[in-house]
């Protein structure tokens, strides 16, 4: 993870998140390339696709020295939702991207929070957000009105530093804890909590920064990307949502790159982020690479991809790509079609 210099308080919290949560978010891993020209056949390796710019939606901002995005996660009515860690109070720190018309409007700002992920609710249909910096996960409606905060406070004895969510299909919040970041120490967890957010449950612990967390496409486990060891573990799960067993699943190759944030397609591959490179590495559910999606090389100042989403229901998909230059919303054709946990992080 790259150490930051110093910033204000809202990109400070950022810049030891930055430094620590960009590890989530400038935390990626690196890929290797297969033959250029498209996509292997299904269960063969590695094949390069090459992702197309839409549109830029943001500048590096003077007050924090950068910006991240990420997100990204469709609305069922087709919007897609962006969120850049890094804007300063008054910015945009949340946007609504319309694919078609490629235009972007700002949906939400406020003066505190950090946002990593965000994730609609298949309970009460709201935007959930994660504050890294503060610890807490906040709520908005779907306009991005009626701010609400839905968890702080401790778990277990200690704060979260919330990363990325997933949704099981009842509502209930999977949240990488991305705790030890900072101390470079194996504090990470995967915390549950319910959907009525009073009960906080640690489901795994003794992880290297979680950062990504989805559900497999059968919600019938969660893989999680572990940004410090640049490896993908499988929380399998029982049937009341409790931890049944966990193993590593999936070790990456990143170079300078880590593990960023995770997406999975109708067909159960994944779709995982890197932070240090601006590419996306994707695996079959028996951790075989399937593909590398990359920038074109001509485009310049951008060093990380960190998350992606799929069209529900289609192909169609669009990845968040940041750096000195900018951060820029790409597209490129998934190898499956888009459902709920298809919204990475």
């Given at each position: 993870?790259r150490?930051?210099?110093p910033?204000?308080?809202a990109?400070?919290?950022k810049a030891?998140?930055?430094?620590?949560a960009?590890?989530?978010?400038?935390a990626?891993c690196?890929?290797?390339?297969?033959?250029?020209?498209?996509?292997?056949?299904p269960?063969?390796?590695?094949?390069?696709?090459?992702?197309?710019?839409?549109?830029q939606?943001?500048?590096?901002?003077?007050?924090?020295?950068m910006?991240?995005?990420e997100?990204p996660?469709?609305?069922?009515?087709?919007g897609?939702f962006?969120?850049?860690?890094?804007?300063?109070?008054?910015?945009?720190?949340?946007?609504r991207?319309?694919?078609?018309?490629?235009?972007?409007?700002?949906?939400?700002t406020?003066?505190?929070?950090a946002?990593?992920?965000?994730?609609?609710?298949?309970?009460?249909?709201?935007?959930?957000?994660?504050d890294?910096?503060?610890?807490?996960?906040?709520?908005?409606?779907?306009?991005?009105g009626?701010?609400?905060?839905?968890?702080?406070g401790e778990?277990?004895?200690?704060?979260m530093n919330p990363?990325?969510?997933?949704?099981?299909?009842e509502?209930?919040?999977y949240?990488?804890?991305?705790?030890?970041?900072?101390?470079?120490a194996?504090?990470?967890?995967?915390?549950?909590?319910?959907?009525?957010?009073?009960?906080?449950?640690?489901?795994?612990?003794?992880l290297?920064?979680?950062?990504?967390?989805?559900?497999?496409?059968?919600y019938?486990?969660?893989?999680?990307?572990?940004?410090?060891?640049?490896?993908i573990?499988?929380l399998r799960?029982?049937?009341?949502?409790?931890?049944?067993?966990?193993?590593?699943?999936?070790?990456?190759?990143?170079?300078?790159?880590?593990t960023?944030s995770i997406a999975?397609d109708?067909?159960?591959?994944?779709y995982?982020?890197l932070?240090?490179?601006?590419?996306?590495?994707?695996y079959?559910?028996h951790?075989?690479?399937?593909?590398?999606?990359?920038?074109?090389?001509?485009?310049?100042?951008?060093?990380?991809?960190t998350?992606?989403?799929?069209?529900?229901?289609?192909?169609?998909?669009?990845?968040?790509?940041?750096?000195?230059?900018?951060g820029?919303?790409?597209?490129?054709?998934?190898?499956?079609?888009?459902?709920?946990?298809?919204?990475?992080g």
């Amino acid at each position: 993870m790259r150490r930051l210099p110093p910033r204000p308080r809202a990109a400070r919290a950022k810049a030891g998140l930055l430094a620590i949560a960009l590890a989530f978010a400038i935390a990626g891993c690196g890929t290797e390339s297969g033959a250029p020209g498209g996509l292997s056949a299904p269960g063969a390796t590695t094949g390069t696709i090459r992702a197309q710019k839409v549109m830029q939606l943001t500048r590096t901002h003077e007050e924090t020295g950068m910006t991240l995005l990420e997100g990204p996660a469709f609305h069922p009515d087709g919007g897609l939702f962006v969120v850049d860690v890094t804007a300063p109070p008054g910015k945009p720190k949340v946007m609504r991207v319309d694919v078609r018309r490629k235009t972007v409007r700002a949906v939400h700002t406020d003066g505190r929070g950090a946002y990593t992920s965000a994730q609609f609710s298949p309970y009460d249909g709201r935007l959930y957000l994660t504050d890294y910096a503060h610890g807490e996960i906040v709520s908005l409606a779907a306009g991005g009105g009626d701010p609400r905060t839905f968890f702080a406070g401790e778990v277990d004895g200690a704060r979260m530093n919330p990363d990325d969510i997933a949704f099981d299909e009842e509502g209930h919040l999977y949240v990488s804890d991305s705790r030890g970041l900072s101390e470079g120490a194996a504090h990470g967890r995967v915390v549950r909590i319910d959907r009525g957010g009073g009960k906080a449950t640690v489901l795994a612990d003794g992880l290297a920064a979680t950062n990504g967390i989805s559900f497999d496409e059968a919600y019938r486990g969660l893989w999680i990307s572990e940004l410090t060891e640049n490896r993908i573990s499988y929380l399998r799960l029982g049937e009341g949502g409790e931890a049944a067993s966990r193993h590593t699943a999936i070790r990456v190759d990143g170079g300078i790159a880590q593990t960023d944030s995770i997406a999975v397609d109708a067909d159960g591959n994944l779709y995982q982020g890197l932070h240090g490179r601006p590419a996306i590495v994707v695996y079959d559910r028996h951790g075989e690479r399937r593909a590398t999606v990359d920038i074109p090389a001509r485009a310049e100042g951008l060093d990380s991809a960190t998350n992606v989403a799929i069209t529900p229901g289609g192909t169609k998909a669009y990845m968040t790509v940041s750096g000195p230059g900018g951060g820029y919303l790409y597209t490129f054709d998934a190898l499956g079609k888009g459902t709920r946990q298809s919204n990475g992080g």
